[in-house]
Structures are given as C-alpha cells and as structure tokens.
C-alpha cells in the first residue's frame, strides 16, 4: 500500500487545515487508517484513527478540535484540524493497517507532511 498524503501548511493560532491521505497499490482491505504526528526528540505520537466500519479514536490532546473520516471506496482518510494550537505544530504522518484476509496484518507509512501553527 502507497499512502499519499497532502494539506499540510503553516495557519496562526486558532486556524484551520485539511489533511488527506489516500492509500493505492493493493488488493489487500484497510482496516485502519489513521494520523500520526512527531516532533523533534520525540517519539511519533498517535492522533486519530478510524476503523473501516466508521468508529474513531483521538489522542486527548486534540478531542473535540480534530476529526477523522473516511471514504472506504477511495481507501482515503481525512483529517479536519479546528482550532489549532502552537503544540499542534509536527510533522504528521499517515497510516494504514491492511489485512491480507488471513490474519496477517501490515503497517504502512506514508511520507510525513509538515503543519506548524504560529501564535
């Protein structure tokens, strides 16, 4: 699975931004797909995932500020940023889960893309 990521990009505090990935390149079903952020000297830290049937999971750190969908058709996962803030600022990196049908399960990485939020 390639994953493709874009929407990254530079707001103030407060502002808004759309991340997209979509995955491509395998027959193989995605059962998760989700956001992961990393900053310097820290570990990649989880952000939101969701599940092909629609259920979500979100880091505290940004409940009720972030949402992620998805179009299963598409293998694309979305993540809509509200109200950012300066500690929202890494490099975000998107994920997929995918099963080969047999109870073998990958982990695929896309390319990460920057958002940094300025006060």
């Known amino acids: 699975v390639q994953l493709q990521a874009s929407g990254g990009g530079s707001v103030q505090t407060g502002g808004c931004l759309k991340l997209?990935?979509?995955?491509?390149?395998?027959?193989?079903?995605?059962?998760?797909m989700g956001w992961y952020r990393q900053t310097p000297g820290k570990q990649r830290e989880l952000v939101a995932t969701?599940?092909?049937?629609?259920?979500?999971n979100y880091a505290d750190s940004v409940k009720g500020r972030f949402f992620i969908s998805r179009d299963n058709a598409e293998n694309t996962v979305y993540l809509q940023m509200n109200s950012l803030k300066p500690e929202d600022t890494a490099v975000y990196y998107c994920?997929?889960?995918?099963?080969?049908?047999?109870?073998?399960?990958?982990?695929?990485w896309g390319k990460g893309t920057q958002v940094t939020v300025s006060s």
């Open positions: 994920n997929a889960i995918a099963s080969d049908g047999m109870g073998h399960y990958t982990d695929y």
């Open positions: 997209s990935c979509v995955g491509s390149g395998s027959a193989f079903s995605i059962n998760y």
């Open positions: 969701i599940h092909k049937g629609g259920s979500a």
